[in-house]
Structure formats: C-alpha cells, structure tokens
C-alpha cells in the first residue's frame, strides 16, 4: 500500500496514541476472529419461543382463505398470526408506506409473508407453518418494462397517494427522475463522434454472512425490549411504533452483534415479527432466517436496463451525454426513489460534459423487492458510462485513460444538476496512478519443474487448462459516488460523550445509536475521543434507542456524520473541562487564561507543550457530559422536471486497474489484480480504509462475473436461493488489491476526511469487464458475464 497524504484543510490531532490518523486496533477484531464475539443468531433468553415465517410460493396471487387451525393443533405452538390478527397498523416503508406486515389480499413477490407461527422448538414452528393452508388464485405476473407499463398491465399499487405518485406517468412507476442541463440536440450536430450502447445489470445480493435474526421480550408495562441486527435503530423504531400500536418510549431497541449489512438491513425484516408473536404470547421470541429465509428476507440491488449516447468531437472532447436508467424497484418501494435520484443526477459520471439529457426511474414488478446496496444506484450507471468511455475512446483512436483524463472534471466542475463541485475532485490524478502500477508478470502459472500451478490459472484448482486458450486483458474504470443523504434528506446524528477519572485515570464512555455492520465505526470513535479529549481509555456503549438517532450506517456517512457529532460532543466536554480548570487553576498559573490550551495524553497543555495539571485533578470525583446533535450543511431535492438542485453534501472518487486471465475456450476468467487509487480526505485509520476498499473492489469483482439472483421470467419466482447456486467471490477468486490511498482534504467535513466505503463498489465491475473485453474482442454489455457470454454457446 502506498499511502499519500495531503494534510490541506486537516485538523490538528492530539498526541494521544490511538488517536485518528493510526491505525488502531478495531475493539471486536479480536473476538470475531476467535469466533467468540456475540452475534444477534447467539441470543438466548430462558423459556423464549421459536418465530417462523410462512412465505409465499407465487409471486403475484389473490388470496383467497387462510387456515391455521392444523397449524394451532400442534403440540408446542403458542400461537399462529396472519394480516387478520394484526393490532394496528397493517403497512410500514422507509419512503412510501406500501409494504404490508404480512399479506392482506394478495402477494406480490415469491416469498411475501403471509402468516407468522410462535412454538417451543424451531422444527416445531416450521412443520406448524407447513400446515397452514392458503387458497391462492394466481394473477398475471409484472416482470420488466414492457409487462409494467403496456396499456393492459395490472396496476401493482392502486390508488397510491405517495408524493412520487404525482410526478410518475404510470402507477407502475415508483418514481422517476430527469436531469436536464443545456441543449443535448446541438450539441449532436456538432459531435464529430456518436457512440450508443444498452446495457444490463443483473440483481445482486448483499450476501450479508450473519442471517436476520433478533429476540422480542414483553416488558412489564406493556412495551417490548427488542435486540436484533440492523443498520438503522431509529428507523426500524418509527415503523415497528404504529404496527404494535405502541408510543415509540415503550419499544427499547439494543443493536446486537451484526454478521454484515451493505444495505440489504435498511428495512424492516423480522423485526416487526418477533414483536408481535412476543406480545400475542406474552413470551421472549426469536427469529434467525436460514440462508433460504435471508434471500427473500432484504432487499436486494436494483437489475437496471441503461440505453446511453456520448458525443464527442475529434480531440477527444466530450459533448454531451444522452441516458435512460430503468431500474426494476420489485414488489415495494424501500429506497427506489433515493436510488433513481443517485442514478440519475450521478449518470454522466466524473466528468465534464455542459450538455445532458438524463432520465432515470424504478419500476414496480412482481419480481423481488429492490433498495440498498453499497453503491446505491451509482454502480448500475457506473458500469454503463465507463463502458460508453471505452467504446467512444476506440472510436476516436484514444487511449482509454488518456480519453477520461480530458475529461476528467476538477474542483469547481459543475455537475449535470448545477452543482459545483467544491472539494478536491482528482479523477485524472487516480487514473494516472492505477496506469503507473508495474503490471504483474504474465504466466504466474508457469513453474520452474514445468507442471503448472493451476490455481493461477482460470478455473484454478478444477484443473481445466494448463495454459492452452488463455489470454491476458487490461482494463481501466473510474467512479463518483455522493456521500451521505442526500435531496434535502435531513441528514443528523447525535452522539453522547462522558468524561469521568476512575483511580486518578480519565475514562471516556461514547455513546451513539450507530449501528456497528463491521466498517469500524467503533473504532473511529473511539479514536476521535482519544484525539479530541486526550484520553488512553474509551468506553463504547452498546448502541439502543435511549440515544437520538445516528441515522444509518449507510451511505458512507456513518464517519462524517456519527464522527462529526462525536467530535462535537467531545469539543463541548473539552470545553467543560477547561472552564472548570480555569475556575479552579486559573489563579495559579497566568497561561490557563491566555494560551490556547489543549488535552493531551491525559494532561492539560498548553498549545506549547507546557503542562498544566492532570486531567483526573481537574475533573476530581464529577463527571463531565455532553450530547450534541450534528449535521452537515443542507442539501436540497432536485427539481422534479429538470433534476437541477444542490443534491449531495459530498462526492468521493476511486479509480481501478483490472489484469485478468481469460480462457476463451471455457469462459472462465481469473482475476488477477485489482488495484485502486482512491480519495479519502482524511484516512482516519489507514488499515481500515483500505480493509474498505479492498472489500468493496471485491464486491464489484463479484457482480462482473459471478453473482446475480436469478429471477424465472415467467413465473417471477427466484431460481438460486442459496450459496450453493448464488456464487460470491471466496479467497481463491480474490486477487491481489493494491490500494493507493490520496488524502485531499475536504474542508467542509470533519478532519476533512471522505466517505470511503462505496466508492471502490463503483469502479471495480467496470474494470474487470473492460479487462474480459480487452482480452476477448468482445462486447460484453451485461453483467455478470458468464462462460457462455465468451464462447458463444
């Protein structure tokens, strides 16, 4: 790892260890190696109930009776709940409040809930669900554009009255959103060059290794204490709170332990579930999905259907930019309308065009419900404009880098939406450094005793080829990505922040509602408490609901945002502790009055070193407490008919050279480096900003040639709901990820530091493809690419 750092706009840190800037050692690294960490399928309570969910086996059906009674008769079953038995409200959304508890009527998708079962052992409650029986009467099934939107096409939600539904000119579409800027058909007539393309991306899942699961326990007054896994605490509450019919005091939410997220635990899965069988039974009850469970239990990536024009004239000079994103949003809304607003207003990518003419919209079908996931709307346009960049490139007879880096904007670039970009934007110079890497040696497979080593070759260790068919490819691709939430989303997180001495040692405790989804979130604040408050030892505690909201861990924002208002509340403590230092010390010593002073290493100094008393002496036997409520400064929606608007608090920026090894004879393809340059600002901590990138290179690997949930087309019913059928990228498809870390410092964030997350989920998919075509000579438009996209059969 090469690491540069730019310190432009950075704050002063302390010279506390552990503080931000090092890469200190994440407090549940240890525990989740040795496997001794609690996940939220470890809890336990004495005498709990077992919670099962009976799912739907069609993808779009009218209901006509459901009966539970052999269900009931079960020994051990304490109680069996459908849409009847329900005690309030009967639908819940993230955005639009669409989404039923379980079914009321019909179902939508293949795996809908439809009937909820308690029991004393989880067999028991899963053979009590298999006998309920519901009369379904199949309906036509909604699967794409054309089935969504012909004139005879069933309407999947009527009557909505959602704030998207006036914008939309169909019932079918969840929402929809153009970007419009300057005057795209002269621009055409002065293009030297047109290049058009249609592209695919499949529907990718989060794959998230720790399954939903929670445990509900009825409280004496009347509420539930619930423990689950999630990614929003708060959000989950404000939509549990009306389906029990419950004020939100008497529901007391506590994160457990979170086997991953990327966005696919954004909305409620089980959560609502367990509450309502541990309060019908008067019993703790627990809910953990199998894997079969989780895929139908989240949401999934939007497939997208991206059609595209660049123009360009002869040197290379982008002109304008023509795009259509269909995005399938599956039965329920979730975060659809966020995910058309990303898409679009990010469609032209990180570069400089004046003219553009973007349209961008999600469906409602009865495929799988879509919303979160890492990169948010911006990986599907992601794969498509980079592809277009190639193809433009090769028309014109330019290097592909060469070609983006004309067009690379820059800081004070404005945007397709009118925004001006207003920190540090380097996308020629991440280019230009994944281009400088040293390739790696070609034919690694090659031995010195002459049998090669297979598992360098495409198909490794099935021993397919020894070298006969395989060809090398290069490719290169470069992403923008917004950070944070955006379109006047008010975007806040509150942290609270105790400084007390324990034995002559202060001890801070920091405590948020951020939901730890394994980034290291905990990690980072327990480092800017070390820097802010010069302290050795931080506590952390367990985030709930008895805290305001953190917002979620998503996004990329949980840093910026939950770190912004712990470094807030750590400054109002700080301040505290000073002014009671002054009123206690400041006749003894002239400085506590006149310099600037500073904590550090467990001491008062002043900005010149000069010690002026112990932390623990000032703070004597009184705790210090502070809770702050931060925000970054205002976005605002885009405008509904042009997308025009300040949109996003921030963009983050990550480039990628991908070498592969193809065999074109079986389609196989090898991966054999994935290098990144990205922009982080500030690396709070080094080794896990790069843990980031490299796991979201990887992620991006994994949707260009092995994943995608497959969805029959004439039944809407999901094919592979397993790791046996739906592939990830395990450590023998990984390669080697370089990362090189720049650090421009953006001015208007804390510590001047990026969001770094999802930016390497961008650019890693069309880098790999780029590579495979190089190789190939082939188009290549869809991804994943199969064996059979390369040999044709």
């Not at 905990?522 to 010069?534: D, F, K, S």
């Not at 980031?692 to 991006?700: K, P, R």
Request: charged share 20%; with cysteine; net charge negative.
């Amino acid at each position: 790892m090469r690491v540069t750092r730019t310190p432009t706009g950075a704050t002063r840190g302390s010279g506390t260890r552990g503080g931000i800037g090092e890469s200190a050692l994440r407090p549940d690294g240890t525990p989740k190696v040795t496997g001794e960490f609690a996940y939220a399928s470890d809890l336990w309570h004495e005498d709990m109930l077992w919670g099962f969910t009976l799912r739907s086996p069609h993808a779009h059906a009218r209901i006509g009776s459901v009966d539970v009674s052999a269900a009931l008769a079960v020994p051990g079953v304490y109680a069996v709940m459908t849409h009847a038995d329900l005690p309030a409200a009967t639908r819940y959304g993230l955005e639009i409040e669409d989404t039923p508890v379980l079914a009321e009527g019909v179902v939508r998708y293949h795996g809908e809930p439809v009937a909820l079962v308690a029991a004393d052992h989880p067999e028991t409650a899963r053979r009590a669900a298999a006998r309920i029986r519901v009369a379904y009467e199949p309906l036509p099934v909604v699967t794409d554009e054309a089935t969504a939107l012909s004139p005879d096409a069933p309407v999947l939600h009527p009557g909505r009255t959602d704030d998207h539904a006036r914008h939309v000119p169909h019932p079918n579409i969840v929402h929809r959103q153009p970007v419009v800027r300057g005057d795209v058909a002269a621009a055409r007539a002065r293009a030297d060059v047109v290049v058009s393309g249609t592209y695919e991306v499949g529907m990718q899942d989060q794959a998230f290794l720790g399954p939903e699961s929670g445990l509900a326990v009825p409280a004496e007054d009347g509420g539930v204490d619930l423990y689950m896994a999630t990614q929003w605490l708060h959000a989950d509450l404000r939509q549990i709170a009306p389906v029990l019919g419950l004020p939100e005091e008497k529901i007391r939410m506590t994160l457990s332990g979170v086997g991953g997220a990327f966005g696919g635990r954004e909305d409620l899965s089980m959560q609502a579930h367990a509450c309502l069988l541990a309060l019908r039974t008067g019993k703790p009850v627990k809910i953990v999905y199998n894997r079969f469970e989780s895929f139908f239990g989240h949401v999934h990536r939007h497939p997208a259907t991206l059609a595209y024009e660049h123009g360009a004239t002869r040197d290379g000079r982008l002109l304008y930019v023509r795009a259509r994103i269909v995005l399938d949003g599956g039965a329920y809304a979730s975060s659809s309308p966020a995910v058309v607003g990303n898409a679009a207003s990010l469609a032209v990518g990180p570069y400089t065009v004046d003219d553009v003419d973007v349209e961008a919209l999600a469906l409602y079908t009865n495929n799988p419900p879509c919303g979160a996931m890492r990169g948010f709307g911006a990986v599907q346009a992601c794969f498509a404009y980079e592809a277009q960049m190639d193809k433009v490139a090769a028309e014109l007879g330019l290097d592909p880098v060469e070609f983006r880096q004309r067009n690379a904007m820059t800081q004070g670039a404005v945007m397709p939406t009118g925004q001006i970009v207003d920190s540090p934007a380097p996308v020629a110079e991440l280019l230009r450094r994944v281009k400088a890497r040293p390739l790696p040696p070609e034919r690694q497979w090659e031995t010195a005793g002459g049998t090669p080593d297979v598992r360098a070759l495409p198909g490794g260790l099935s021993n397919t080829t020894h070298g006969e068919g395989v060809v090398r490819g290069v490719g290169y691709a470069v992403g923008i990505k917004n950070v944070g939430y955006s379109e006047g989303f008010d975007d806040y997180s509150t942290a609270r922040v105790r400084l007390h001495a324990v034995a002559g040692e202060p001890i801070a405790t920091v405590h948020t509602a951020m939901a730890e989804v394994g980034q290291g979130g905990v990690t980072v604040h327990a480092q800017i408490a070390r820097t802010e408050l010069g302290v050795a030892r931080v506590g952390l505690h367990p985030a709930d609901t008895r805290v305001g909201s953190a917002g979620s861990t998503s996004a990329s924002r949980q840093t910026y945002v939950t770190g912004g208002a712990v470094k807030a509340a750590c400054e109002a403590v700080r301040e505290q502790v000073l002014a009671r230092g002054r009123a206690r010390f400041g006749t003894h010593h002239p400085a506590w009055a006149t310099a600037e002073l500073l904590l550090e290493d467990g001491k008062v100094v002043t900005d010149g070193g000069e010690v002026l008393a112990a932390l623990a002496e000032v703070l004597d036997d009184e705790t210090v407490e502070a809770e702050v409520e931060w925000r970054h400064r205002p976005t605002e929606p885009f405008d509904v008919r042009t997308g025009q608007g300040f949109g996003h608090v921030q963009y983050s920026f990550a480039a990628h050279r991908a070498v592969v090894e193809v065999d074109t004879e079986l389609g196989l393809v090898k991966v054999v480096e994935l290098a990144c340059a990205q922009d982080v600002g500030r690396a709070m901590n080094p080794l896990a900003v790069v843990g980031q990138i490299q796991g979201g290179s990887t992620q991006g690997l994994g949707l260009a040639v092995l994943e995608e949930i497959v969805v029959d087309p004439a039944t809407a019913r999901v094919r592979n709901p397993s790791f046996t059928d739906y592939l990830i990228p395990t450590i023998l498809d990984t390669p080697a990820i370089p990362v090189d870390l720049l650090e421009l410092a953006d001015i208007h964030a804390p510590y001047g530091l990026r969001g770094a997350g999802e930016a390497p989920t961008l650019s890693s998919t069309p880098a790999v493809v780029a590579a495979v075509r190089h190789a190939t000579g082939l188009a290549l438009n869809r991804v994943p690419v199969r064996p059979e996209h390369l040999t044709g059969t």
